[in-house]
């Protein structure tokens, strides 16, 4: 395959209507349309719609990868239930995303050109693992974007010094991995991040009543009231008070925050702890591997000194049948046989014998190659 682009758009707060239906299905009469979804791949030609319009108009997310390396994760979140001006903060002049307003919603981009993921991959799955990130953003679980600014982290795009944007993000949930995976974030840089934990409200179970339990009646109705008119995002909105209002009373002193640079440094000790615990299994390995090849040998050598004679029958044997695997096999055993003389003090007897095979044998050539490694 030379060429393949998969596009993926879902709608999570709105589902599609007959209407929106007919007018994707003029964009793309191959796609597959559900109430919430509409997916296409393309071997040749492209996507004649324009991504940005669909998720103004009709999408929460979307995902689209191509084979030469190119991949995009869009995300649309109504401005009232997000921070823009803390967003920016994180994302400042990252190269990888942007965050623009649509209405009354933001929608936030992120791509990676020119990766290189390894194993074909058909895009089909990644959405589906990516989802969860939206509603993490809504209740205001924001390691999402600590992860782009690891992607400038990576790049070293940003000055050395600059602190990390939150004290630390693990532990990570399955969606931030598979994020990372996504978008190839070096999964060494991503270990030395995760290594400190975010600040969150789970890390007091009993908070979330503390916090509810101090809401106002007024607040503690019109939740109700929301909640009774079916309107999307109440509990999201309850969970991002709940974590806004845990946070002071949670956070703890991590130490001091640490800089792209500190990063950078724990990923490459974390490369090399792993490179030698690597190296040190694979010596492990080998000397297993020479022991059990040793005892093998022993074996063997026991089992040719007790034929006697008959080895050397059978090493004619298998030259006269003219084949590779036959010359293979007298070539072994021709290798056993020297190993044992010279363990008996018998070389020079072994050598004379060797020499006759090879005068008798002369003109079987291939065989001959084979007799190269006894010397």
């Not at 998969?6 to 003029?26: M, V």
């Not at 056993?336 to 010279?342: F, G, P, Q, S, T």
Request: charged share 35%; with cysteine.
């Amino acid at each position: 395959m030379s060429e393949y682009q998969y596009y993926e758009f879902q709608a999570i707060d709105r589902p599609l209507g007959d209407a929106d239906r007919r007018a994707l299905r003029e964009l793309s009469s191959r796609a597959r349309i559900t109430a919430t979804s509409f997916t296409n791949s393309y071997e040749w030609g492209d996507f004649k719609g324009d991504p940005d319009e669909l998720m103004e108009r009709w999408f929460d997310l979307h995902l689209y990868l191509a084979n030469w390396g190119s991949r995009r994760l869009m995300m649309k979140l109504p401005t009232r239930l997000v921070d823009g001006e803390r967003l920016g903060a994180f994302l400042g002049n990252n190269d990888y995303s942007t965050l623009r307003t649509a209405g009354e919603n933001v929608i936030l981009s992120i791509w990676r050109d020119e990766l290189e993921p390894g194993d074909w991959d058909d895009g089909e799955s990644w959405l589906a693992m990516l989802s969860p990130l939206r509603a993490d953003v809504l209740e205001g679980d924001l390691r999402l974007f600590y992860l782009i600014w690891l992607l400038d982290v990576e790049a070293e795009a940003i000055e050395p010094d600059e602190p990390e944007p939150m004290p630390g993000i693990g532990p990570l949930t399955d969606a931030l991995e598979a994020f990372a995976d996504f978008f190839c974030i070096n999964q060494d840089l991503l270990r030395a991040a995760a290594e400190r934990s975010a600040a969150t409200d789970e890390a007091l179970p009993e908070m979330p009543e503390r916090v509810i339990g101090a809401m106002s009646d007024a607040e503690k109705s019109s939740m109700l009231v929301r909640v009774f008119n079916s309107e999307p995002h109440v509990s999201a909105e309850l969970r991002a008070l709940v974590r806004a209002r845990s946070e002071p009373q949670a956070a703890t002193s991590p130490g001091a925050p640490r800089t792209a640079a500190d990063l950078l440094t724990r990923a490459r000790e974390i490369r090399l702890a792993r490179d030698r615990a690597e190296a040190e299994l694979a010596e492990a390995r080998r000397r297993l591997e020479a022991e059990a090849a040793e005892k093998a040998r022993e074996v063997r050598l026991e089992d040719i000194r007790r034929r006697g004679e008959s080895v050397w029958t059978d090493v004619e044997d298998e030259i006269g049948r003219r084949n590779p695997a036959g010359y293979d096999k007298a070539a072994a055993l021709l290798s056993d046989l020297l190993a044992l003389a010279e363990k008996q003090g018998r070389g020079e007897e072994f050598r004379l014998r060797l020499q006759s095979i090879r005068d008798r044998h002369a003109g079987k050539g291939r065989f001959i190659e084979r007799l190269a490694t006894l010397g």
